[in-house]
């Protein structure tokens, strides 16, 4: 279906101010966002506006009973100028899942598409050129009733608006395992990208920071004994040459760059085990010099490389990142499709706009 989307231009673009050198990741904003609206069971008034804030009733419902979700995904500038976005419908799919647990009204995917179409066509001067750097799209949804009352709300906003931004977390990360808070339990929120996820692991991740973590590595809230994943990346390791995820159980996020990786490495006849990880077997396979990778996997940084982690007061060294062949070749694979430098054998890539040539 094609939708009607009202489109209003700014009349004085900001993109002159911008120092495209030194993105602060998530601080600039292009010119314009796309917003729908939803009542009485439909999405309605598409437009893009130039970008604004948002006047809320003080009672508007997101703000005090957190029905609130949001998506991440990028925009990359390839070699030859073309604009593209990595396995986009995959985020519509998931936010609509988590629209669902938070009890919210599912996207059209194409409305979803079309918007991020339009509004990535009408910015992508926003684009950024230099390696590393992309365009980061973030759609989000929230309650929008002006009612001081728990239930579900009966309307709704979407909103899309975009950063350029420079590689993120370049560094390698240091991760403490949680051995006291919890991010997720089965049959909790944990496998949505809901707003009050993140607010909950603040002020342990802040707790962490003062011991000179960067995150921290998640566990189950019965044992604190199986790993789960790290702030905003999936986790994976390598002992004894052997890759391992921890498999999804409700607790965990669906994360579209770990299906990549898990299909990469199934491309290369190297599947991944999909299992439970305990803590116990980390440490020991460290203990016995079997550790030989772990890193984050997650739309913002692609891989990260964990350089320590932290258990039970021992911070354990892994192997330095120039030594590990396995995160780093996935992590250029990955980048390689991306920018379509090696054959898209999945149809991962969707092209949005196309180098004009003048
Ligand atoms: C978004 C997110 C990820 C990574 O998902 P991608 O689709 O790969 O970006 C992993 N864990 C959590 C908790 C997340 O919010």
Known sequence: MKYDIKVTKTNHSRISEVDFENLAFGRVFSDHMFIADYKDGAWFDFRIVPFENIPMHPATSALHYGQSIFEGLKAYRTDSGDIQVFRPTKNSERMNLSAIRMAMPELPADLFMQALDSLVVLDQDWVPTTPGSSLYIRPFMFATDDYVGIKASDTYRFVMFTCPVQSYYSAPVKVLISDKFVRAFPGGTGEAKAAGNYAATLQPVMAARK?????????????FKYLQEIGTMNFFLQIDGQIITPKLNGTILNGITRDSILQLLEDRGTPAQVRDVSVDELYDAYQRGALQDAFGAGTAATISHISEIGFKGERLALTPVDERPLSESL???LEDIKLSRIPDR????????ATVVA
């Open 211 to 223: 011991n000179g973590y960067d995150q921290i590595l998640w566990t189950d809230g019965f044992e």
């Open 331 to 333: 992590k250029q694979e």
């Open 346 to 353: 999945h149809g991962w890539v969707h092209k949005v706009a």
